[in-house]
Structures are given as C-alpha cells and as structure tokens.
C-alpha cells in the first residue's frame, strides 16, 4: 500500500553535538560524525543535518538553533557526545520549535586507558533529563539512550515516525460537516484537547457541503477523473452509473482542502454520513472517503473528530494509509471452528470482526466490488432496487499485522489512548460492507476492562502493520497519561477481579 497524495511532513532532522567545557570538545564531535557517518551508511534516505556547532554555552546554543533553523529542519536530535552543558543543551530544545529527542554516547574501546577519552555522558543523560523537567520541556528519549554510533544511528532512524507524527499534529487542520447522528454520543469531541495537541479545527454544516457540492455538478474534471476510477475498480464496478455523482463529491471534498486549510499544510476529515446524505445527495460517500483515505486524507465516518485524528497520526507514524472500523461483532462459532481453531494461535475471545460500510480504501482489500449499503437500504428504500445507497466498497480486508489504535478526549476532557496490536486473519468474513477477521491476544478482556471500562467508543483507526512502540511514544511526547495496550494473560487490569 502507499499514499499518492502529500499529507503528512518529510522529517529532516538535525544532529547538534554538545559538550561540557570541562571536557574535550573534540570528543563530542568525533562521536557526533561517527553517529552520522552510521546514518548515511544505514539509511541513506533519512535526511540529517549535522549541525557544525559544538554547544559549550548558551551563545554557541544560539549559533547552533540559527544553523538548524536555516538548514530547514523540523526535528532536532540533541547528542550529548560527553557529559554536556545541561542549561544550553535543555534551552535548545525549549527554543526549537519542532520535534526534539535527546541522546548521548557510550565509552569508546579504549584499549585499556580510560583517561582522556572518557565522555561520562551516562551521567550527563541524567543531569539532561532532569533539566528537561524541570523546564517543563518535551523530549523523546529512547529506551535505552547511552548508545555506540551505530546504536544511535537505529535510535534516530526509530524517531523519524515519531517527529513525523508530532510535527505533522502541529500542522493539521480536521474539518467536519454536519453535527454527529442521533444516538451517536460515543463520537463527541471536547474541542480544547484538539488544541492543546497543536491540532486546528474547522467546523460546517451539511448545508455548506451540498452547496459546495452543488457548484461542482458539471465541472470539467468530471469525465477524466470516472474514468480512473473505472480503471481502479475493474471487474469490481457493479454501481458504474453512480460514479459521475461520486467524482463531484470527492472533487468538492479535494477543493474543500485546498481552499480552507488556511495557514495548516495538512488536512483531515470527520464527515456526517448518514441519514440525509443519501436522500439529499444521491449516494452514500463510502468510496469516496476510501479513496481519500488512499491519497493520504483521512475521513472518519459520522463526524468522528478523534477518530480522523487517530486516523492521521496513524498514518504518520506508518507512513502508509489507514482506515477506520467498528469494532463490531463476534466471529461465529462455526467460523471460529473450521478457519481457526487449531490453525492460529488464538481462542475465539481473541477475535472479532472489524467493519465500516464501504469506506476501506481499494489498496487494503482482496477483489473489492463497488456495491450498496445494506443497513440504509434497509430503512431508506427497501422494497426497491438500492439508488441513493449506491456507493461502497465491500470486500475482506487483507490478511496481515495491525495496531488497532484511539486517541480519545473523554467527555471531562481527559486525554486517553489505547493501542493493541494483532493481525487480521486469512479467513473468509462470509459478510458484506468493509470488513475483516482480527486476532488480538487477550482480546476479551481488553474488551472489557479498557474499551468498556474506559469508555471508548465503538470506533478505532488501523495501522497496517505493528506500531505499538512508535504510536506508545507519541502519546508520552503529548502529555497523554492514561495509555492502554492489550494485557497478557498475566497482566491484570486495575479494574479486573482478582477472584474471578
């Protein structure tokens, strides 16, 4: 899978090497070139900037956040090369206005002396990280941050998706139409967390949609922009004659971005979808927010302002597209018996089905079929062939590792997060809509004594792949207290009966 469409920042992150006066500043630089020499030669794609300022003081601080700054980069990594000056090496990264991680060297062979070139950065790291709370400043340190080059070379590679994330918060803009459905109270959305994040809001009616929409009826694009999506769907386009009306809302949406994402460069959606969608526009929007999802745009189902969040920063620490399901239903006990019992690791507690409509991008699904949506089929127009529920793409999700992840504001405007990953299995779903089998270890109880007990909502982004560390990392680095995983079996909840 990959995104066609620039959504979130290309990270360039500066190396600046710092020193404490009382020790060789040619140490701190030597192993900052080391470090980076690793870098190019492990990941020639990364791009680094190695600052040429050895920082001793607040004023070579100064030199050095003017070199970064107009180097052009937006994640800046602190190498404590021996102890290090920790006012100027904290004031850095209080000045620095972008994504910061703090490192430091281990002790070189030394051939059995260890006199003149011993850095005693270990301790300097703890000097470090007690000014950077003691300032209140945000700094990534890895798990374990006294580290050779080549250790810190895979450290700093590690925290290009966590910077991406980060950066990409503070330049993000979500905008919605139209106020959740009735009965969905599990998707509010406290506003003051969304800024605190960095993240800008913009808020309209569906009214301000249709009329976009509307302005859009024959726009020229039309024609070019059908035809690439009967190419993308192929033996799959069952509902041919609802894609002219599908192109205009997704080139409303595209021209809606461009138009109103004001000083942000990136953009997501939480869209309304349901009920007076269909009956007022002609169609149901699940292709299109799938195809938005593929170029990189997120768009969360039923105005879903956390979930389109949880959406991006999902795609920025994958790099990759993402989607939004239900947490939906049990697998059947007959499907458990004859796909999986035996055949995978996991109990049926374990699994469950993942589902949206229609609203899965093409990349992530095997032979997907344009088709209808049967839930509004059902209360809309149910004794006629399916017309303004035309528009989903239904088919199994790819087998395959996932994160199943949701980054949440409660109701008292608490942030919380969970992240759990598994995989969605290679078995036949035997259903209709954008679905898939996952497999969570300990699923049941994460169920109950996270989802239920904390009182998330039935909606969680995917993150192709296992993203539990990246993901874990980013709620620190955002101040978000209360994070969550799958527990083993072991492992109990603070909620859960010891007695049972």
């Not at 699994?351 to 229609?358: A, V």
């Not at 992240?419 to 809509?433: D, W, Y």
Request: hydrophobic share 40%; proline share 5%.
């Amino acid at each position: 899978m990959s995104k066609n469409f620039k959504n979130t920042p290309d990270i360039k992150v500066a190396i600046a090497a710092v020193s404490r006066d009382c020790f060789p500043k040619s140490l701190s630089q030597s192993r900052r070139e080391a470090v980076v020499g690793q870098i190019r030669s492990k990941y020639p794609d990364d791009v680094i900037y190695e600052c040429p300022t050895v920082i001793e003081n607040e004023l070579d601080m100064r030199q050095a956040l003017t070199q970064i700054n107009e180097a052009g980069c937006n994640a800046l990594v602190v190498y404590l090369g021996n102890f290090g000056p920790e006012s100027s090496e904290t004031l850095l990264a209080k000045y620095f206005d972008g994504a910061v991680m703090f490192i430091a060297a281990a002790e070189d062979d030394c051939g059995g002396a260890l006199i003149d070139n011993r850095g005693d950065a270990y301790c300097g790291m703890l000097n470090a990280s007690y000014n950077l709370k003691l300032r209140g400043v945000k700094a990534y340190i890895p798990e374990y941050p006294v580290a050779t080059a080549s250790q810190a070379a895979e450290e700093i590679h590690g925290f290009i998706p966590i910077a991406r994330a980060i950066v990409g918060l503070r330049n993000l803009k979500i905008i919605t139409f139209g106020p959740r459905p009735q009965d969905f109270l599990a998707c509010n959305a406290p506003i003051a967390r969304l800024y605190d994040l960095g993240v800008e809001i913009e808020e309209n009616s569906e009214l301000d949609l249709y009329a976009a929409f509307n302005e859009h009826e024959n726009d020229e694009r039309i024609g070019a922009v059908v035809q690439e999506m009967e190419l993308e769907l192929g033996n799959g386009n069952r509902m041919a004659g609802i894609l002219p009306k599908l192109v205009q809302y997704e080139l409303t949406l595209l021209d809606w971005a461009q138009e109103h994402k004001g000083e942000r460069s990136f953009v997501a959606f939480a869209n309304k979808c349901w009920p007076s969608f269909q009956t007022q526009f002609g169609f149901v929007p699940c292709y299109v927010n799938g195809r938005l999802g593929a170029k990189g745009i997120p768009v969360a189902c039923e105005v879903d302002i956390y979930g389109a969040l949880s959406e991006y920063i999902g795609e920025c620490v994958s790099d990759d597209v993402v989607t939004l399901l239900d947490i939906n239903n049990t697998v059947p006990g007959d499907i458990y018996r004859e796909e999986i019992e035996g055949k995978f690791n996991y109990t049926q507690r374990d699994t469950f089905m993942g589902f949206h409509c229609g609203n899965g991008s093409h990349c992530i699904m095997q032979s997907p079929e344009m088709k209808f949506q049967r839930i509004m089929h059902r209360s809309l127009e149910p004794d006629r062939e399916p017309d303004i529920s035309r528009g989903t793409l239904e088919g199994d999700i790819k087998p395959g590792e996932i994160t199943f992840f949701r980054l949440q504001s409660t109701a008292d405007a608490e942030l919380k997060a969970y992240a759990a990953q598994g995989e969605i299995l290679p078995v036949a779903t035997r259903s209709f809509g954008t679905i898939g089998i996952f497999a969570i270890k300990e699923m049941g109880r994460f169920y109950r004594y996270v989802l239920i007990e904390k009182g998330y909502p039935h909606h969680g982004s995917v993150v192709f792949g296992h993203y539990g560390k990246e993901l874990f990392e980013v709620l620190k680095y955002l101040d978000v207290a209360d994070r969550e995983y799958n527990h083993s079996a072991g492992a109990m909840y603070r909620e859960e009966n010891p007695y049972k």
